[in-house]
């Protein structure tokens, strides 16, 4: 069995490493295209710099050969043919883009050059397009998400003219149950129990949140924290908060739910990076609960983590 060349495992480690922008989109490329060898990826640390996990993979890859030579060039022919980055595309520096977009084209078209000898097999031929019908798929409902996630931002950022509070309060309520939807979170408009409003709800990873949804002039206070705690509290032992408030939330309330909180804490700001593509919402609650679970802290700024 002729083994693959040195350089095309070179060049497949570099292309790995640039052909998206953030971590993320980088994970869900690699377990969608190596999906029927799962092992694979088992041992990789996705925390760590794509550069770093790319090195990884390759350097098993290399090691098991003979297992996994078909895999290994159906993945290659497969980022040998890309033509479009999507995640790379979402930049919105001008410059930054069209640099990691050169980068991407250039350690691609390298792959490609060194990986043509084997992509003369019907069998690879026949892989292969059924692997860029599968991408191609995958791109039009990237687009489409992008899409829905970008007019939102404007919507977003067009409230702050908003003169009027309380409509201004409603388009916000919708705005983010129009967000919850891109990412098939099942949510629930604003509904009324017994001497109770709720702003709406949301299931999410097997948990169902309630969620709080404010636009005031100043910051949540550590009472409006008290209020919401109770409301989580009296619902099922499943149930988490999510509180979303635009202008953040005092000193007091970080404070008192710092080591104890039954909520996820949400700030307009971490509402922008997820408007702005440079972090899912998945992601960022993800993140966020387990690091209310860890320390027992409400909030995890979205900017430590994009």
């Known amino acids: 069995m002729k083994r693959i060349d040195t350089k095309a495992f070179e060049a497949l480690r570099e292309a790995l490493a640039v052909i998206t922008w953030n971590k993320p989109p980088f994970e869900r490329y690699l377990r969608t295209a190596l999906r029927d060898h799962p092992e694979l990826l088992a041992p990789l640390t996705f925390s760590d710099t794509k550069r770093n996990v790319a090195d990884a993979l390759v350097g098993r890859l290399v090691e098991q050969e003979a297992k996994y030579k078909d895999a290994i060039l159906i ?62 798929v995958q791109q039009e409902a990237l687009r489409k998400f992008a899409d829905g996630i970008d007019a939102l931002r404007l919507q977003f950022v067009a409230m702050h003219n908003d003169t009027d509070p309380h409509a201004r309060g409603k388009a916000f309520e919708r705005l983010l149950t ?24 949301l299931s999410f990873d097997t948990d169902d949140y309630i969620v709080e949804a404010r636009w ?37 309330l970080l404070n008192q739910y710092r080591e104890a909180t039954p909520f996820l804490a949400v700030t307009g700001e971490d509402l922008f990076l997820v408007l702005d593509g440079r972090i899912r919402l998945d992601d960022l609650l993800r993140l966020k609960k387990r690091h209310a679970n860890e320390t027992g802290d409400c909030y995890l700024p979205a900017s430590n983590l994009h």
């Open 75 to 136: 993945l290659m022919l497969e980022i040998a043919s890309m033509d479009e980055f999507p995640n790379i595309e979402q930049i919105k520096d001008e410059t930054d883009r069209k640099m990691r977009l050169d980068d991407a084209k250039q350690k691609v078209a390298r792959l490609k050059k060194l990986t043509e000898p084997y992509a003369t097999t019907t069998s690879a031929r026949e892989k292969v397009a059924a692997a860029q019908e599968t991408r191609k």
């Open 216 to 252: 005031r002039k100043e910051p949540t206070s550590r009472g409006d924290g008290d209020i919401f705690a109770a409301k989580v509290k009296r619902k099922g032992k499943n149930a988490l908060g999510l509180f979303v408030s635009v202008t953040g939330f005092t000193r007091d």
């Open 178 to 201: 129009d967000l919850f939807v891109l990412f098939d979170m099942e949510p629930r408009l604003s509904y009324e129990l017994a001497n109770e409003q709720i702003d709406g709800s």
